[in-house]
């Protein structure tokens, strides 16, 4: 257990260099052209889910999973991105 938790903890501080080195990316993508994600308790009606991805020694790897995104937050030009 104690060796899981310190691989945990060593993914948690690549991903903070990598998010401190602009190389993380947030994604938002049609749910119906991505793969299923991991199970939440989110919304699963909303049309948008995001990603955010990061570069970890070359190999880009999942951070974190967003069952849906709040249009409601995003930029103005962004969400009129998502309706074309």
Same mark, same amino acid.
Not at 8 to 19: G, R, S, Y
Not at 33 to 41: I, N, Y
Not at 59 to 74: E, G, M, N, W
């Given at each position: 257990?104690?060796?899981?938790?310190?691989?945990?903890?060593?993914?948690?501080?690549?991903?903070?260099?990598?998010?401190?080195?602009?190389?993380?990316?947030?994604?938002?993508?049609?749910?119906?052209?991505?793969?299923?994600?991991?199970?939440? /308790?989110?919304?699963?009606?909303?049309?948008?889910?995001?990603?955010?991805?990061?570069?970890?020694?070359?190999?880009?790897?999942?951070?974190?999973?967003?069952? /849906?995104?709040?249009?409601?937050?995003?930029?103005?030009?962004?969400?009129?991105?998502?309706?074309?």
């Amino acid at each position: 257990m104690r060796k899981n938790l310190r691989a945990i903890l060593d993914e948690f501080a690549a991903a903070a260099k990598a998010a401190a080195a602009g190389r993380t990316w947030y994604v938002i993508a049609a749910r119906k052209v991505m793969p299923e994600l991991r199970e939440g /308790s989110g919304d699963t009606t909303n049309p948008w889910t995001a990603i955010v991805l990061a570069d970890f020694e070359g190999k880009c790897r999942p951070i974190t999973f967003y069952q /849906s995104v709040d249009r409601a937050k995003l930029d103005p030009e962004l969400a009129k991105k998502l309706d074309e």
